[in-house]
């Protein structure tokens, strides 16, 4: 059997249309499943894609590196201010030991004072006693 050009097939009309519908069907069947495998590539894109941006978003918020919120920079702010409180107590706290350092020594300045007027008066009475006007 030789096949060319010009061998002439018979087939009846019915069958070619089946074949044809069969091969329709076939085409739209495989574009359907080509179209849903794109569907799925492209999700899995997508979501690949956000699960880096949620990977890099849960490491770099808590360094700070991608923001914060306003109520954070409040409390920030409010911390700053109670370190800026916390440092003047202290030096306020410095310069009152200071002060009792002063206060210690004027008391023991005070105590020698009276000390020594105790002896002027003692002093001043033997010699009222020793003048015999002992009186």
Do not use: C
Not at 28 to 36: K, R
């Amino acid at each position: 059997m030789k096949v060319s050009e010009n061998t002439n097939v018979q087939l009846p009309l019915r069958n070619l249309i089946s074949i044809i519908g069969a091969v329709g069907v076939g085409v739209w069947a495989y574009f359907g499943i080509v179209e849903t495998l794109n569907k799925h590539s492209t999700r899995l894109e997508l979501m690949g894609s956000d699960l880096e941006k949620n990977t890099e978003f849960r490491i770099k918020w808590p360094r700070g590196e991608m923001g914060s919120l306003p109520a954070d920079s409040e409390q920030f702010m409010l911390i700053e201010d109670l370190y800026k409180s916390v440092e003047k107590l202290i030096e306020n706290q410095e310069m009152n030991m200071t002060n009792k350092v002063n206060i210690e020594f004027l008391q023991r300045q005070v105590e020698k004072l009276l000390e020594d007027v105790e002896k002027l008066k003692d002093a001043n009475r033997e010699i009222k006693y020793t003048n015999g006007n002992g009186q």
